[in-house]
């Protein structure tokens, strides 16, 4: 059965590989259920129920990309809307996390529409390159500072608003020895470095008694403190349209992005170097998304780490249905996720960050026309703690930069319209 569904032997796969694949993938990327119920807690949600709504985000996304789109990508809770979602609209903004979670439904119902119209490749194809890769190494630079934070490395100061923190004080000496070990781990392709690091730095934490082991298994934590606690009345509130914008903008790019990549890995683009079933692939991430915002996490989007899986042998979506499996299971570990301290899972943010980063490398250095609007908006999402202050600032300087160079081709109609949009939300909202 499984192999006429998924097609194991046109892929040159079998059962058992796409096993290993899917353990695999799942090991890279199960550091977010320690990580996204600890940045969601800082919003005032509830621990338990986020880590419920995480694992059934990822279970429900995973399941149905590789059901439905067969491919062996994975899903979850994203690195970066997380810690936008709690830092940025709640905190920065003062919105409820109940409406936040309003704002991550619409922008997930915006993303279906999107995703079963062709209008979805115009969008994709019409914004900036270098933008979409300085959106993705700001984020990671907003998680670094995030993460950096959490460890006690980085503290405010009043005459430079930032400066170095206690060094010699436990939690950031353990954070750095964890770094240290995700990043040699890494190097030699150990599955599961993430988490090993977690895991080492809060075993360590507990032995020494600076944090607190509250168990390993027990029944899954209750849901109702954030099951279909969403408030979308409260999130149509046109001061939102920034902030639902900057949940759709960042996942249909990160999304597109990861498939492409992780397709390329697997050897599934068609020959016009095309994703096919693109829009079963979208769906997925779209629904999952619309999920977590009703069981109540932030946005779901696919995984790059779902490469490792690839890399074992998984070429089909049994792979990301296994990861679905796993992250069912997970949901009855919710003791040991609560045992991790934060200064624990602050190494994974600063490594993420790290992996961000890479993509300001693929951008022109030679053209400061492109170079200016993408720096710009990969500085401002840390330093103004918001994604979509980044986004709105890299919009509004590659218009400017680009009318002023003469170069009137490069501005699209599209990023016009969202250059004056933003321009307009900052002069009247």
């Not at 709504?53 to 059901?67: E, K, P, R």
């Not at 490594?351 to 030679?366: H, P």
Request: aromatic residues 10%; glycine residues 10%.
């Amino acid at each position: 059965m499984l192999e006429r569904y998924f097609g194991l032997a046109t892929a040159g796969t079998t059962v058992r590989t796409e096993a290993v694949a899917g353990l695999t993938t799942f090991l890279t990327m199960a550091y977010i259920t320690f990580v996204n119920p600890l940045i969601l807690q800082d919003a005032g949600m509830d621990f338990g129920a986020v880590f419920v709504a995480t694992c059934v985000a990822a279970a429900v996304g995973s399941a149905i990309m590789g059901l439905a789109a067969n491919y062996p990508v994975a899903l979850a809770p994203g690195m970066g809307l997380n810690a936008y979602f709690t830092y940025g609209v709640v905190i920065g903004m003062g919105h409820t996390w109940q409406v936040a979670l309003g704002a991550v439904f619409l922008s997930g119902l915006i993303f279906i529409v999107l995703s079963v119209l062709p209008v979805r490749e115009w969008i994709v194809n019409s914004i900036p390159h270098s933008l979409k890769l300085s959106i993705s190494a700001g984020i990671g630079l907003f998680l670094g500072i995030i993460g950096l934070r959490n460890a006690g490395l980085v503290v405010d100061d009043p005459a430079t608003l930032l400066t170095l923190g206690d060094v010699t004080a436990v939690e950031p000496v353990l954070a750095a020895l964890g770094f240290f070990l995700i990043a040699g781990l890494s190097y030699r392709r150990v599955p599961g470095a993430v988490i090993i690091g977690i895991l080492a730095v809060t075993a360590v934490a507990m032995l020494s008694g600076v944090s607190e082991f509250k168990g390993v298994v027990a029944m899954p934590p209750d849901p109702s403190p954030t099951l279909f606690q969403l408030d979308i009345a409260g999130a149509l509130d046109v001061a939102l349209f920034s902030v639902v914008f900057a949940f759709l903008f960042v996942d249909l790019f990160d999304t597109t992005g990861t498939l492409v990549g992780v397709a390329h890995r697997a050897g599934l683009l068609t020959d016009e170097g095309k994703l096919p079933r693109l829009g079963r692939a979208l769906l997925a991430d779209s629904t999952a998304t619309v999920v977590g915002a009703c069981a109540g996490t932030s946005t779901t989007t696919s995984y790059i780490e779902s490469a490792a899986g690839v890399n074992a042998g998984g070429r089909t979506g049994l792979t990301a249905v296994v990861v679905a499996l796993l992250f069912l299971v997970c949901l009855f570990f919710a003791p040991l996720a609560q045992s991790v301290p934060a200064f624990a899972t602050a190494p994974a943010l600063v490594f993420v960050a790290c992996l961000m980063a890479r993509g300001l490398t693929e951008i022109d250095w030679e053209d400061v026309s492109e170079v200016a609007p993408a720096m710009v908006a990969a500085l401002a999402m840390p330093l103004t703690f918001s994604i979509s202050h980044g986004i709105a600032l890299g919009f509004i300087t590659y218009a400017a930069v680009k009318l002023v160079s003469g170069r009137y081709a490069d501005a699209s109609p599209a990023v016009l319209v969202l250059a004056l949009l933003f321009v307009g939300k900052f002069a009247f909202l």
